[in-house]
């Protein structure tokens, strides 16, 4: 599981939605492991990563230094903005948005899209393809390694927050009712993956 917790390189300081809201998730399923002490098959890591916008830089160390070992990783979770959630006519009566992106390894969105309809059934699913290095995940991706994404919407969607990348992305804009749906779904997306 992966998230980007730094800004521009130009000093911009953390911003909730864009960089923080996807290691709360991170923090909360690895609280719940541990307070279930849950031990999978194999190894769980949870990382943070630097440098997202000056070209994936903290994820790009990590992953060629896995390739470099030989590591072997099952899997690889990013969340990138789950955070804001505005509602819209296609998420009415439901309890979230999730969106998977649907690059770079479609089996991987798949198993994550089965996860999602599974385990959160209330949430409004979406995919989107992404297409270029859009996330930390696509440095694992360009190492060899298995990657899926999930957002609340994608980089082209309407309603992605407009406030990102900006000083109005505070955390008064966070619905964090929504963000459970996300631990959830990375929940049982790590037990899988783990067992």
């Keep these: 599981m992966?998230?980007?917790?730094?800004?521009?390189a130009s000093g911009e300081l953390v911003r909730p939605t864009k960089y923080a809201s996807g290691?709360?998730?991170?923090?909360?399923?690895?609280?719940?492991?541990?307070?279930n002490n849950y031990q999978g098959n194999y190894a769980i890591e949870a990382h943070a990563y630097?440098?997202?916008?000056?070209g994936l830089l903290g994820a790009k160390t990590l992953a060629a230094s896995y390739k470099a070992a030989g590591k072997t990783v099952r899997g690889m979770l990013d969340f990138e903005m789950i955070g804001y959630q505005p509602a819209t006519s296609s998420n009415s009566g439901k309890s979230s948005t999730i969106t998977v992106l649907s690059d770079p390894v479609s089996a991987m969105s798949t198993h994550m899209t089965n996860i999602v309809k599974a385990y959160v059934p209330t949430a409004e699913r979406r995919s989107v393809?992404?297409?270029?290095?859009?996330?930390?995940?696509?440095a694992f991706y360009d190492a060899g390694y298995p990657v899926?994404?999930?957002?609340?919407y994608g980089?082209?969607?309407?309603n992605l927050n407009p406030n990102y990348h900006r000083t109005t992305d505070t955390i008064d804009k966070l619905n964090f009712d929504k963000g459970a749906d996300f631990v959830k779904a990375g929940l049982a997306w790590v037990v899988e993956v783990a067992a």
Excluded: F, Q, T
């Design 50 to 54: 630097a440098g997202e916008e000056g």
């Design 155 to 158: 980089p082209n969607d309407a």
């Design 23 to 35: 290691v709360a998730v991170i923090m909360a399923i690895m609280r719940i492991l541990k307070a």
């Design 129 to 138: 393809s992404c297409g270029y290095g859009c996330s930390d995940h696509y």
């Design 2 to 8: 992966a998230r980007n917790i730094s800004g521009k």
């Design 148 to 152: 899926v994404c999930v957002a609340a």
